[in-house]
Every structure is written in C-alpha cells, then in structure tokens.
C-alpha cells in the first residue's frame, strides 16, 4: 500500500499496535517520535512539521553561545576585550576574524600547564631525524 504526505494514519487502517511498531521505527531511524504524537499529528504532512519544528527547537536549545566558555566565570565582555583576543589570533598566526571560538583548558591541560611552569621543557615532546643528503632542504621546509 502506497501512503501519500496528506493520508491520515488511521483512515489507512492504522491502529494503536500499528503505531507502536511506527514509533518503534521512526525511533530506530532517529526521530524521537511517540505513539502520542501519532494520535496527535495522523497525517505524514503535520507528522514531517511537527518534527521539523522539534528538530529546530532541539539544536536551538544545544547550541552553545560563541566565546561563552573562555571567559567562564567572569563578567568580562569579550566582544570587548579586543586586546586580549588580538594576542590570542597573534599566538595561533591568524586574524581575529578567523577565529570562531575559544575555548578553556581541560582539568588535565591546566595540571600540564601548571607543572610546566615549574619544570620547563617537562612535557614537551623532541625527536631528533638525520635527513638524507640527497633531501632538498628548501623544498622540505616549504613541504
């Protein structure tokens, strides 16, 4: 049986068992749909915008505002400390433009951070390679 947008679920013989097993596979495809929202939206057209509305409302609500973590716990505006997010673009050899977000160190990070205050050089990582004379050294750097 062929099921066009504008078909009303139950009119096409649906039933509440029926509708559980559509929840059960709308659910499985990864639309958080329940056997209540298929009583309340029966046509696929009203089913697609309620979800389409949910979806929207959802990542509305997960989105994180930019900048908000760096300057956690402070008052300080950061569209306003320009200075502060210029030395950050000068470190990462970017504009200010090109940066989209920063954000704050892990629990892990500031240890390392910490420490390295006091023992320089204690986490940093330094491999040594003979390179062959036949590699030309311009080339490789540019590489």
């Given at each position: ?68 973590l760096w ?25 200010i433009?090109?940066i ?44």
């Amino acid at each position: 049986m062929r099921v066009g947008i504008h078909d009303h679920f139950f009119y096409q013989g649906g039933d509440s068992f029926t509708a559980m097993r559509l929840v059960s596979a709308a659910n499985s495809s990864g639309f958080p749909v329940t056997v209540a929202d298929v009583f309340r939206y029966p046509k696929l057209e009203e089913m697609a915008a309620y979800l389409d509305e949910q979806t929207a409302l959802h990542q509305e609500a997960n989105e994180i505002p930019r900048f908000s973590l760096w300057k956690q716990g402070t008052d300080t505006d950061l569209q306003c400390d320009k200075p502060q997010l210029q030395r950050v673009a000068d470190l990462c050899k970017t504009s200010i433009e090109d940066i989209e977000d920063v954000y704050p160190c892990t629990p892990l990070q500031e240890g390392l951070m910490a420490i390295t205050t006091q023992q320089p050089g204690a986490y940093i990582g330094r491999w040594v390679f003979r390179i062959h004379k036949t590699v030309e050294i311009v080339a490789f750097k540019e590489a």
